[in-house]
């Protein structure tokens, strides 16, 4: 898979972030999702799945053109 960087709502270069891959999908970088009432309202999670959560102004960055 390879990724192209979409962009960050961070100033100082961590995390979160998005980026395109070249399967038509997108990869995000945040905070893993820990909350155990959260994780329990989940549906249909596979093993090897995980959970991330980011600011709704990072999908800005996911606008088709």
Do not use: H, N, W
């Amino acid at each position: 898979m390879k990724l192209r960087f979409l962009g960050t709502t961070s100033d100082d270069g961590q995390c979160p972030t998005l980026y395109e891959t070249d399967r038509g999908t997108y990869v995000v970088q945040g905070d893993r999702v820990t909350d155990p009432e959260a994780l329990a309202e989940l549906r249909d999670v596979l093993p090897g799945e995980t959970f991330v959560e980011i600011p709704k102004a990072l999908l800005r960055f996911a606008q088709e053109s």
